[in-house]
């Protein structure tokens, strides 16, 4: 999707991999300004390689504290993405206090905090903004292994409205992508097993998962003027498994 963000200062979690790692390139090739979050410095490094001019923080969003001194004072940002996750496999009998508690750290308590700094900066500044927030179609149904990671997109959901809720009065629009399978490093993680994966894509009624791009695709409008009357909303980018 060919979009204009220039003069435009976006922050992006999870940037080091994946669905993170191509909405960085996608901002930056339209003109954005970007600031890259991710806590493994290799894949800053590579992806400044990549990207001349971003910004790069390497923070694990876990730790809010570091997060805190990481980002608490980023400076002016006009669009977020948050898309930092961790999806730990464990049954619902196995899940431990740290699992619980990593996972809804990263995934849900980190997006309070980081948009907390950038909807402040926005008010302050005056300006409007758009935040994505990226889901999953789990948030919506149950899958094997995962119950703390879908718990985690489920929250996030409510959290989407909430923050619409309360921020579109200042014109800053909050909106999710969910997302079915997507074969990231991520994805492979939870689905390893090839067979799985074919029966799983087959219950799609595209007959396929959604590729990083079209992930990518929806974070992008819905950061663009193109979507200036949404807020409050979901894009399931889930190739039809929810109408199944």
């Known amino acids: 999707m060919q979009l204009n963000f220039s003069g435009l200062r976006?922050?992006?979690?999870?940037?080091?991999k994946g669905i993170g790692r191509d909405t960085v390139k996608a901002l930056h090739a339209s003109g954005a300004s970007v600031v890259a979050v991710s806590r493994t410095n290799t894949d800053l490094v590579s992806l400044s390689k990549e990207c001349p001019g971003i910004e790069p923080v390497c923070v694990d969003l876990g730790n809010w504290e570091a997060t805190e001194q990481a980002l608490g004072s980023v400076g002016p940002v006009d669009l977020l993405v948050n898309n930092a996750a961790v999806a730990p496999l464990q049954s619902f009998l196995e899940i431990t206090?740290?699992?619980?508690d990593r996972t809804f750290n990263v995934n849900v308590r980190?997006?309070?905090?980081?948009?907390?700094?950038?909807a402040r900066g926005m008010i302050a500044r005056g300006v409007q903004g758009s935040i994505v927030n990226v889901s999953?179609?789990?948030?919506?149904?149950?899958?094997?292994?995962?119950?703390?990671y879908s718990s985690t997109k489920s929250a996030l959901?409510?959290?989407?409205?909430?923050?619409a809720w309360e921020l579109g009065p200042h014109k800053i629009r909050v909106n999710s992508v969910n997302p079915t399978l997507v074969l990231t490093a991520m994805g492979k993680h939870v689905?390893?097993?090839?067979?799985?994966?074919?029966?799983?894509?087959?219950?799609?009624?595209?007959?396929?998962?959604?590729?990083?791009?079209?992930?990518?695709?929806s974070i992008l409008f819905?950061?663009?003027?193109?979507s200036v009357s949404i807020t409050g909303s979901g894009i399931l980018v889930d190739c039809g498994y929810l109408a199944s």
């Open 10 to 16: 976006a922050l992006v979690t999870g940037a080091g």
């Open 97 to 100: 206090k740290e699992t619980f």
């Open 110 to 118: 980190s997006v309070i905090q980081v948009s907390q700094f950038v």
């Open 136 to 148: 999953s179609m789990v948030a919506y149904v149950t899958f094997p292994n995962l119950p703390v």
């Open 157 to 163: 959901t409510m959290l989407t409205k909430a923050m």
């Open 191 to 217: 689905v390893p097993d090839p067979e799985m994966a074919r029966k799983l894509k087959e219950r799609h009624p595209l007959k396929k998962f959604a590729e990083v791009e079209d992930v990518v695709n």
């Open 222 to 226: 819905l950061l663009s003027d193109r």
